[in-house]
């Protein structure tokens, strides 16, 4: 998909803990492209694409989009979910007469639990050094 093409789909953004996902989606026959590859190649796992899967599932339009996505930061799963949250934002943006059936499987919420930081005198954010009575 060239540039020009991708600038006319609906524009979705997603995001997890430090993961972001810029989703556009176009009327086509179900292809991802996530940063310029296939999906399969980027992720290579199966269960990433059942997670995906599942706006386009609770709507009622699995391969009618293809999807085209910039993905940056985060772990590979904060990416999947990030991307996920991202196509139901840009699904809502092609339809706003979805919002209901993305509300209720929770698609729409952005997880808001990021990492904690870590503290002075700690090893971690929460973990203490051991502690020695003698």
Known sequence: MTKAA???GFYGTGRRKTAVARVWLMPGTGEMQVNEKPFSTYFGRQTAL????QPF???GLVNKYNVSALLAGGGSSAQVEA???GISRALLAFNPDLRK?????????RDPREKERR???RRKARRRP???KR
């Open 6 to 8: 991708v600038k006319k």
């Open 50 to 53: 059942s997670v995906v899967q």
């Open 57 to 59: 599932e609770a709507t």
């Open 83 to 85: 991307l996920r949250h």
């Open 101 to 109: 059936s993305l509300k209720v499987v929770g698609l729409l919420t």
């Open 119 to 121: 503290k002075v005198g």
């Open 130 to 132: 051991q502690y020695s």
